[in-house]
């Protein structure tokens, strides 16, 4: 088991700096991604700007909460492009021009080298950047600050990118029918995009549905109320089992879907 | 750790293969081996687009039907056959890419598809028409990066590619960017790349596709050297006669699926090719038709001829032709490979896909 953990680990660390190497290539592009990234990351401020300049708490969350809420959205999307993100992106491409061949002949697991194939720095860079800013920004600002909570925050915050994992991996096993990813890609942008929202605005159904079949309202409510001091345990217990769920679902999907996988004929 | 129960090998240290009673030391195992694609025919044009969202008509084909064959450590055996005959899907089973509908088969010991991480430690693929290389960084890169996915020894690494990169010319080249290598010259990177984990079973697809014949020559030379010096058990398929020429004794011929020879190369082109050809160009504009003396002519103008000859008969003739007619240029060619399996395939009933209604 530890034998395993440090063999991927050093294959990640490899393909990292590959991946940086190769970005390094593109400095141009580098410079408009970051540049794109901070734009809209402020575009999302002031609309919570202008939201709490009539109310107070949205969801019990007052503005400076909702900071570390947003912010934190920013800094599991670069970790996510850090750790995976790319690699389902281009899964498409993989299928269908058979590149995905290679991945199923080395002796890695498919799941790990798609993830680890395309790790980018630079590709959220912008958003991860303006995203621990605003984190820290909003942390400053707390009334209720304690240091203790940031090791806490930063362990859910890997728990929430082992949620965000498992469901990409649930949605892009479908690829192998599918062949085109570019529709499923857009089902977890919008699943990311609806993160940035308090578990709290969820009520009944809706609760359960963002909870269990899009595990959306956990991401960043999660660690960010962990930061703010406003978690409980239950929320606590709940992520990690919904981690633990989607992973193992999420691998047993994909390693099934394989076997539909019909390479390109060359 | 597993190994099939079928396999006649146990496995020893070191990842060597003891033998066990009196088999024979066979690496790869085939029994039976078939793969049916399921595919839906669309009428054409919008309407039909339009029909097939709600109604679709399945065609099954039979990309590989009941192969057999085995390869003993250190074959090296060429696979023939036409576009879609379906060399490439058998040997995207033998490498565990595939899921065969029926069949078995035991590479190394292992079944290829439960793609076994010691398997995979023990083979390697190459694609002609595929590229595993870093497209913007130097081939060293590339090569960094698979010694570590084959978690490959740092001595043995450099031992490795010092020893190809020598036998392949690669010095200068290593740190150019792969985009900016040539055809022939990222072919070898390549293989290189993939042969870095010493592989035991090498599978090459069209390794020498699009290349020219010095880049060609090269690659073989190579695959044969490599094939001495280490033992690899090897299953090449190409279109170039002289690939298969070259580098292996044993053919397999394969066509709609089948195998429809498996045996020595010498025999194949011993039974089914018994002529040449010579092409001419003139030296100064001939008479519009060949001379009634002449056999075996397949084309003729005022400026070129071609003739198809019995090869004991080549002799005879390139000295008549040399003596009758002011030549510029004479060239005595093999006949291309895709004739002699044209030849061999024309005796061969036709298997076209079934179709059934879904």
């Known amino acids: ?266 | 750790m597993k190994n099939s129960p079928r396999s006649p090998f146990v496995r020893g240290g070191l990842g060597e293969f003891k033998q066990i009673g009196n088999y024979i030391m066979s690496v790869i195992d085939v029994k039976n081996l078939n793969k049916t694609y399921k595919t839906h025919r669309k009428e054409s044009g919008l309407k039909g687009s339009f029909k097939g969202l709600f109604w679709r008509e399945a065609v099954y084909k039979e990309a590989v039907k009941s192969v057999s064959f085995s390869l003993e450590e250190g074959e090296l055996v060429g696979f023939l056959g036409p576009n879609g005959a379906g060399k490439t899907t058998l040997l995207k089973m033998l490498s565990g890419i595939l899921y065969p509908t029926s069949g078995e088969v035991s590479v190394l010991g292992y079944t290829p598809w439960e793609r076994n991480r010691d398997y995979q430690r023990q083979f390697a693929i190459v694609m002609g028409q595929k590229n595993q290389l870093w497209w913007d960084l130097p081939p060293s890169e590339s090569f960094l990066l698979n010694r570590d996915i084959y978690g490959v020894d740092h001595t043995i690494f450099q031992r490795a590619i010092d020893e190809m990169v020598s036998l392949l010319d690669l010095k200068d080249l290593l740190d150019i960017p792969v985009r900016q290598l040539s055809l022939g010259q990222r072919m070898k990177c390549e293989l290189v790349a993939s042969l870095l984990h010493q592989p035991r079973v090498l599978f090459l697809d069209e390794p020498t596709i699009g290349l020219d014949v010095i880049s060609q020559e090269k690659i073989r030379s190579f695959i044969k050297e490599y094939n001495r010096l280490k033992k690899t058990t090897v299953l090449l398929t190409s279109h170039y006669m002289q690939d298969v020429e070259a580098l292996c004794k044993r053919v397999l011929v394969i066509n709609h699926g089948g195998i429809v020879y498996d045996g020595a190369l010498s025999a194949l082109s011993e039974r089914y090719v018994d002529h040449k050809v010579i092409k001419i160009r003139f030296d100064s504009p001939q008479a519009p038709a060949p001379p009634d003396t002449l056999s075996g002519v397949v084309e003729w103008d005022t400026a070129h001829a071609v003739l198809k000859v019995p090869k004991k008969e080549v002799a005879r003739t390139t000295h008549q032709l040399l003596s009758d007619f002011s030549i510029d240029d004479l060239s005595v060619e093999e006949v291309e490979i895709e004739e002699i399996i044209r030849h061999i395939f024309a005796e061969q009933p036709d298997g076209a896909g079934k179709r059934i209604e879904e």
């Open chain 1, 1 to 266: 088991m530890k034998n395993t953990f440090t063999r991927y680990f050093t294959l990640y660390r490899s393909f990292l700096s590959h991946n940086l190497k190769n970005e390094m290539m593109y400095r141009a592009n580098f410079a408009i991604n970051v540049g794109m990234d901070i734009f809209f990351m402020l575009v999302n401020v002031f609309f919570f700007k202008i939201l709490y300049g009539n109310i107070d708490t949205v969801g019990g969350w007052t503005f400076y909460q909702t900071l570390i809420l947003v912010g934190s959205v920013g800094v599991i999307r670069e970790l996510a492009y850090l750790t995976f993100r790319k690699g389902f992106l281009e899964l498409g491409e993989y299928v269908r021009t058979g590149n995905f061949d290679v991945m199923l002949t080395s002796p890695v697991a498919t799941s790990a080298h798609l993830a680890f194939r395309h790790v980018s720095l630079t590709d959220s860079f912008g958003e991860g950047l303006m995203g621990l800013v605003l984190v820290g920004y909003g942390f400053a600002h707390l009334d209720a600050a304690t240091w203790i909570s940031i090791p806490f925050y930063l362990l859910m915050l890997f728990n929430s990118l082992a949620i965000y994992y498992g469901f990409c991996l649930l949605v892009n096993g479908l690829v192998f029918w599918l062949v085109k990813s570019q529709e499923l890609n857009t089902v977890v942008y919008y699943f990311m995009n609806t993160a940035r929202y308090p578990r709290e605005i969820y009520h009944g159904l809706g609760k359960g549905l963002f909870t269990f079949l899009i595990p959306s309202s956990l991401i960043a409510t999660t660690p960010a109320a962990i930061l703010v001091g406003r978690a409980d345990s239950g929320l606590v217990l709940l992520s990690l089992g919904v981690a633990a769920g989607f992973l193992t679902l999420g691998l047993l999907f994909w390693n099934w879907s394989i076997h539909f996988y019909s390479s390109a004929s060359s």
